[in-house]
């Protein structure tokens, strides 16, 4: 009986690297079979700050046998890939658009003077199940702002990547053997700083009252965040980055090129998901300030259409820019649904979280929102709804999704409990 590849093969010739995606081959020969232990579980989390026309994304009935609303329309060949919610929002999260800083948080109003962020889905699942790939998880971005949906347990905003040619260099591209000794030695730098850092935090502890030994311990686990980011990134530099036929994606940053741009990003966050290079992903597609978009037909600015949707020109035209969007969404699933790992769609290990923290763009409401889940091994193909007027915490799913990736927590954020109707296939 032949024995099984490692995990982590890699083939060398004439001084070159090439690690080896997943292989069937990889899995122990007695696990082979029904006993095989199950790829792992992935997430993307994407937010559309712009949000969607709640008559043309939410269907009309809810249950099992609901009809599909005109942009749900576009993900019909996904149907039984995904469920639809309505009446789902973060409690006390307002502020318009600056509620986009808390989609994956849920921390409360975040235009007030004293606003300071929370830990976001991503990164605290990333505590888990971050450590088993080269990124713990992947912040990106579609848009000309600095904004971003990941931030630190202190609140601190993770930048997210814009740039599609950046994106594809960290996962794809090895640097040179000088270039590579170079960035371990600025980590270990880095990581032997941290240690002294600890270590003089630990002595002032000691030294003051209550108070401040609670801002230490706050601040002491920023630290040790950084530590075990340092250690990781240490240890995955002296492994070769896998290999893809896809090319360098082109920079194209012309702002009207929404669709094009979102698609860049989308196949990205797709060859990261299928090269294991990382199993979390947030993408913010910020329209905030972008001029008009580049479809035909379209001719008034992404942002001033929102706010005249009640006209039927605007309507038609901002109907066309979510169309689209809703298409690329289309898009990534069936390249999800087309991708297999371990005898399953990645599809079904992947859960796409798609929704705004818009409920209404031309009102700038923060509840009702337009959330959707496809993937992941859920039993989908329901639209579950929920009061409308007293919506149920968003962060409910959220409590969902994370014991779905195996993190053991009944909590997060406003959410207490698992999301009633949502339930694993």
């Known amino acids: 009986m032949s024995q099984a590849l490692p995990r982590r093969t890699v083939l060398r010739a004439a001084g070159a690297a090439l690690a080896l995606p997943w292989l ?8 082979r079979g029904a006993a095989a232990e199950p790829p792992p579980r992935r997430m993307v989390a994407i937010n559309v700050d712009l ?27 996904h149907r039984d890939d995904f469920t639809v919610f309505s009446g789902l929002s973060h409690p006390e999260v307002d502020g318009g658009h600056q509620a986009d800083l808390c989609f994956l948080t849920g921390a409360p109003h975040p235009r007030s003077s004293g606003f300071r962020n929370t830990i ?11 450590h088993r790939t080269r990124f713990p998880a992947l912040p990106l971005r579609v848009g000309p702002n600095n904004k971003s949906l990941s931030y630190t347990a202190d609140g601190v905003r993770i930048p997210a990547e814009v740039t599609p040619s950046k994106v594809y260099r960290q996962l794809f591209v090895n640097g040179s053997p000088r270039e590579q000794r170079a960035q371990l030695r600025r980590l270990q730098e880095g990581r032997s700083l941290m240690d002294a850092f600890g ?3 630990d002595r002032l502890k000691k030294r003051v009252g209550g108070a401040d030994q609670a801002r230490l311990d706050q601040y002491l686990t920023a630290v040790r965040d950084v530590e075990r980011r340092l250690h990781a990134g240490e240890q995955w530099e002296t492994r070769p980055k896998p290999a893809v036929d896809a090319p360098v994606p082109k920079d194209d940053l012309d702002p009207t090129k929404l669709v094009t741009r979102t698609r860049a990003m989308y196949d990205l966050a797709r060859l990261a998901l299928e090269t294991d290079s990382t199993r979390l992903i947030t993408i ?15 001719e008034l600015p992404h942002h001033a259409l929102t706010h005249q949707s009640q006209q039927k020109d605007s309507r038609t035209q901002l109907r066309a820019i979510e169309t689209a969007q809703m298409g690329e969404l289309a898009r990534l699933l069936d390249g999800l649904a ?8 990645l599809l079904d290990r992947t859960m796409v979280l ?8 031309n009102r700038h409401s923060t509840t009702n929102l337009p959330i959707l889940l496809a993937g992941g091994g859920f039993r989908h193909g329901a639209h579950l709804g929920f009061d409308r007027e007293t919506n149920r915490p968003l962060a409910d799913l959220y409590v969902s999704m994370l014991q779905r990736l195996g993190v053991e927590t009944d909590r997060f954020s406003s959410g207490t409990t698992t999301l009633p109707g949502l339930e694993p296939a």
């Open 24 to 31: 069937d081959a990889m899995r122990p020969a007695f696990a």
């Open 51 to 77: 949000g969607f026309m709640p008559e043309e994304f939410f269907p009309e009935r809810t249950g099992r046998g609901y009809v599909l609303s005109p942009y749900l329309k576009t993900l019909e060949a």
């Open 120 to 130: 976001s889905l991503d990164q605290y699942a990333a505590r888990f199940v971050g």
């Open 199 to 201: 270590g003089e935090i």
């Open 284 to 298: 913010f597609v910020s329209q905030q300030f972008n001029p008009k978009v580049d479809l035909p037909g379209v």
């Open 338 to 345: 087309g991708a297999e790992e371990g005898g399953e769609r």
């Open 354 to 361: 798609q929704g705004s923290n818009l409920g209404h763009a």
